[in-house]
């Protein structure tokens, strides 16, 4: 998971919130207003520790303009908003916003992947239980941070008898596998059930 921590200095302000999530594959932006201007110096933005930090911005010129931009950039009121696209599980970290010697309170970026794939794995959508028996279904998503899986039973939730468990986060996906098992006995009532 990745997420934006935003802090105010004096003279650089930097936002949009002390956290702020990036979703995988979208765009997130944060924006940098230099409050006390030094004229004839550049204002940027860098990631990375602030011993060795990686340049990415300078004014409005980006070093690199396939993934990150500088819109809008004000230069007349000092405001530089740094846009991140399609951003990758490798954008997560710290940037700050520079200008002569100073630089704002580093912003931390988690990144974060919406639950994917998401299926039931021993059932069809059809399945005949029997009444008195204990019935298991199972569920598998993946997603990062880890997903929450809850099942309902005719839109009533269900914690009875549910378990889940994650898997390691994968290397190559950086996605977290979630596998949630509900064991529910059917009372003798017949009629369809909608389990979810």
Same mark, same amino acid.
């Given at each position: 998971?990745?997420?934006?921590?935003?802090?105010?200095?004096?003279?650089?302000?930097?936002?949009? #919130?002390?956290?702020?999530?990036?979703?995988?594959?979208?765009?997130?932006?944060?924006?940098?207003?230099?409050?006390?201007?030094? #004229?004839?110096?550049?204002?940027?933005?860098?990631?990375?520790?602030?011993?060795?930090?990686?340049?990415?911005?300078?004014?409005?010129?980006?070093?690199?303009?396939?993934?990150?931009?500088?819109?809008?950039?004000?230069?007349?009121?000092?405001?530089?908003?740094?846009?991140? #696209?399609?951003?990758?599980?490798?954008?997560?970290?710290?940037?700050?916003?520079?200008?002569?010697?100073?630089?704002?309170?580093?912003?931390?970026?988690?990144?974060?992947?919406?639950?994917?794939?998401?299926?039931?794995?021993? #059932?069809?959508?059809?399945?005949?239980?029997?009444?008195?028996?204990?019935?298991?279904?199972?569920?598998?998503?993946?997603?990062?941070?880890?997903?929450?899986?809850?099942?309902?039973?005719?839109?009533?939730?269900?914690?009875?008898?549910?378990?889940?468990?994650?898997?390691?986060?994968?290397?190559?996906?950086?996605?977290?596998?979630?596998?949630?098992?509900?064991?529910?006995?059917?009372?003798?009532?017949?009629?369809?059930?909608?389990?979810?």
């Amino acid at each position: 998971m990745s997420t934006f921590f935003i802090y105010i200095g004096a003279d650089i302000d930097v936002g949009p #919130s002390s956290a702020v999530s990036a979703s995988l594959g979208k765009s997130v932006s944060m924006w940098c207003k230099v409050n006390t201007v030094t #004229s004839g110096l550049s204002t940027e933005w860098v990631r990375g520790p602030s011993a060795t930090p990686t340049l990415l911005t300078q004014d409005c010129v980006s070093v690199d303009s396939t993934k990150y931009s500088v819109n809008p950039c004000d230069q007349t009121n000092h405001n530089f908003t740094l846009v991140i #696209s399609n951003v990758q599980f490798s954008e997560a970290g710290r940037y700050a916003c520079g200008h002569s010697s100073m630089s704002s309170d580093r912003i931390t970026v988690t990144v974060i992947a919406a639950p994917q794939g998401t299926r039931l794995l021993n #059932s069809t959508a059809d399945t005949k239980v029997t009444a008195q028996q204990d019935t298991t279904f199972l569920c598998e998503t993946k997603a990062y941070p880890a997903a929450t899986v809850t099942w309902e039973v005719d839109g009533t939730a269900v914690t009875s008898g549910v378990t889940h468990s994650n898997s390691p986060r994968d290397v190559t996906t950086q996605l977290i596998t979630t596998t949630s098992t509900l064991k529910h006995m059917f009372q003798k009532t017949q009629g369809s059930k909608t389990v979810t």
